[in-house]
Every structure is written in structure tokens, then in C-alpha cells.
């Protein structure tokens, strides 16, 4: 037989080298398909911590529903070093009431741990059902509330907004603010069931009982309660309690108008000295637009 010409020793070279190639690719390949399913580097296991009203049994269901299956058909998502971290965080998040979660792998166990949103009033729509959400001490909407009777929870009205979880009723420092302001007026005896708050900053304070106080977010709650107190002390308004007078519009600083229902006149009264300003002078039973001017 003659000898083999070049170029198809050649070809028959190339084959070879390509059929090694494939070969070798087919390999890794199976070696990866097959090491990632050893038991060694399989998660194999998940612990829940923290959060007291929290379900560990949920959120572990959660997690352990992000680990089934594969990558692209190939790596499963149970495998140490692929694992889906960022999937798992944002699964753990959505589960109501849960806060800032942290997922560490430890060998072949996940740990998830993570803290609980505390309520602290709720958020309402405007509405004659409203639908609520609760409020977390930086005024973030984080879960949705049910049907609540009694007053646990001061009530939140956004005029113009709805409310929702995820997000947050007024800026943080406002929220706080009002919260304060709360707490101030339960100090004297007048309880808070619901405020409204609009976009000017304005917020309008329904008592227990009945009865409103117009508030401007511009002033200080403590300023606020001052000027309260300084009618308050004034002869003439020593009976003042929630459900006998409309209202009492706070908004204008050292200028304050108190309206009682069923009596039109207005009487300017004589100055008397404010805790935190130098003089207060009050209008008796002035009009809503009066109050505005």
C-alpha cells in the first residue's frame, strides 16, 4: 500500500484531537453534573431563628422551595457554592412582619435569622371600610392589619393616599413628631383615636370622645401641648374637654382658635403669657374659614 498523503494524515489528526476535545468536555462535564449532586456539597439542611409570632416551620418552607431545582437544567440550586442567596433573602423579606433577614451557610445547613417589625399604629385609607396596615416605630407600612376594635393603635390617615404595605406613611422624623405628640396629649388626659394628615404638613388630631385639634408639623409637639395648656389654664376654658367644643386650631403659633358648637360669637380674649412663646391671644369660636385667613 502506498504511503497516507498529508493531508488526510492531517485530517485524520484533527479528528482525533477534536474527538479528545469532546471527550474531555464530556467529562467535566459529567464531573460537574455528578459533583454537584454529592452529599457533601449538597445543602441539606436550613435553620430558622428569631422572630417570636414569626411561623419557623413557613419561612423554612420558603426556603426550602428556592433550593429545588436546577440551573439551566444542570447544577442543582441546593449546591454549596451556587446556592441562591439573593432569592432567598427577598422570599424571606415578603413573609409579613419579618425584618432585616440574614442568610449565612455553615457547611451544609442555610441559617436564616431575623428580626421582627413591632406594630405601633396603624395606617388607614379614608374610607367608609377601611383597610389597615401596620405601622412600625419609623412609620413603615409592613404588614396588613385585620379588622382591629379599641383603640391599641393610634390610626393613621394619609388624605389622598392609600395605604399600603411596604412602604411608609410620612417622613420619618414627622412620623416620630406626631407619635410624640400622642404621647403628650395621653399625658393630660386626652387620648388620641385618629390623626389625618395632608400634604401641607397640617395634621388634624380626632380625640377620644370627640373633638379635633389642628396641628401644623412646622411647630413642636411640645410647643403644640404648651399653647394647649395655656387655654387650658385660662378661666374661661377650664372645662374644656374632648367632646364639648368643635375644635381647637393649634396651626398659627401664638394666634389659636377654639370653636364650640352652638355658640356663633367670637370674643377676642386678653393676652396671657405662652410656656414657649411671649404672648397668646385667643379667638373664641371663629369660623373654619376665619382659622384659615
Given amino acids: 500500500m502506498g504511503a497516507m498523503r498529508h493531508e488526510t494524515r492531517q485530517l485524520l489528526i484533527n479528528i482525533m484531537i477534536g474527538l479528545g ?13 455528578f459533583g454537584s449532586r454529592a452529599d457533601a456539597v449538597t445543602l441539606d439542611q436550613v435553620i430558622v431563628t428569631g422572630g417570636e409570632t414569626i411561623s419557623h416551620d413557613r419561612v423554612q418552607a420558603a ?25 432567598i433573602v ?22 436564616v435569622t431575623f428580626a421582627e417589625y413591632e406594630p405601633a399604629a396603624l395606617w388607614c385609607d379614608d374610607t367608609e371600610i377601611p383597610t389597615c396596615v401596620f405601622l412600625d416605630d419609623n412609620g413603615y407600612g409592613f404588614a396588613a392589619a385585620p379588622d382591629l376594635i379599641g383603640g391599641a393603635y393610634t390610626r393613621y ?9 411596604s412602604a411608609v406613611f410620612t417622613d420619618a422624623a414627622d412620623f416620630a413628631a406626631l407619635q410624640e405628640l400622642v404621647e403628650l396629649l395621653d399625658a393630660t388626659g386626652w387620648s388620641v383615636a385618629l390623626i389625618e394628615l395632608d400634604q401641607a404638613r397640617d395634621a388634624f388630631v380626632h380625640l377620644v370622645g370627640g373633638s379635633e385639634l389642628k396641628v401644623s408639623l412646622t411647630f413642636t409637639p411640645t410647643q403644640t401641648v404648651d399653647n394647649l395648656r395655656t387655654i387650658r389654664a385660662a378661666e374661661q376654658y377650664a372645662d374644656l374637654e374632648p367632646g364639648n367644643f368643635a375644635y381647637i386650631d393649634l396651626r398659627f403659633g401664638n394666634k389659636v382658635f377654639v370653636s364650640i358648637a352652638g355658640d356663633p360669637a367670637d370674643v377676642e380674649l386678653p393676652e396671657v403669657e405662652a410656656a414657649a412663646e411671649a404672648e397668646s391671644e385667643v379667638i373664641e369660636n371663629a369660623t373654619s374659614s376665619e382659622a384659615a385667613q
Avoid: C, M
Fill in 21 to 33: 476535545v469532546i471527550l474531555l468536555l464530556a467529562l467535566f462535564l459529567y464531573g460537574v453534573w
Fill in 63 to 87: 426556603v426550602q422551595a428556592e433550593l429545588e431545582g436546577t440551573y439551566l437544567n444542570f447544577i442543582p440550586r441546593s449546591f454549596v457554592w451556587l446556592y441562591p442567596h439573593d432569592d
Fill in 157 to 165: 390617615v394619609q388624605i389622598g393616599q392609600s395605604a399600603s404595605t
Fill in 90 to 111: 427577598a422570599t424571606v423579606s415578603a413573609t409579613p412582619r419579618v425584618k432585616d433577614p440574614v442568610v449565612e451557610r455553615r457547611k451544609k445547613a442555610l441559617v
